[in-house]
């Protein structure tokens, strides 16, 4: 099972493959993405394949000078972004009188209910 390990505060000029050879000692190396020319502060996701590799990577290099900065090493929080939740009902209303104001409809969304005819 992978893993994946957020690295922080990386220095501009390292590159992928210093990542790689960094963090290859540890153990087999399944994906390394590099945010780093972009930010003043660059950061990066290092995949492992095996989760007792990763811990021991963070153990190891959490805090610690390496490749020309002191590196942040902590297990990344999110694999990915969480689709929008999903809603469970749409009104539609029709044929109502121009003298019904929008305000009433929202007061009666929220705090009492319609009558489905």
């Keep these: 099972m992978s893993a994946k ?3 922080g505060n990386v220095d501009r000029r390292t590159d992928k493959r210093d990542l790689e050879q ?3 000692r540890f153990g087999k190396i399944r ?6 020319d972009r930010h003043p502060s660059g950061f990066a996701f290092v995949e492992f394949e095996d989760e007792r590799d990763a811990d021991d990577a963070i153990k190891e290099l959490d805090d610690r000078y390496v490749l020309g900065s002191r590196l942040r090493v902590e297990w ?3 694999t990915g972004r969480k689709p929008p939740p999903k809603r469970r ?3 539609v209303f029709c044929y109502l009188p121009y003298s019904l104001s929008y305000k009433f409809l929202c ?3 929220k705090y009492g209910s319609y009558t489905v005819l």
């Design 5 to 7: 390990v957020y690295v």
């Design 22 to 24: 960094e963090f290859g």
């Design 31 to 36: 994906a390394v993405q590099l945010w780093a």
């Design 76 to 78: 990344a929080r999110s």
């Design 89 to 91: 009902f749409r009104f």
């Design 107 to 109: 007061y009666r969304k």
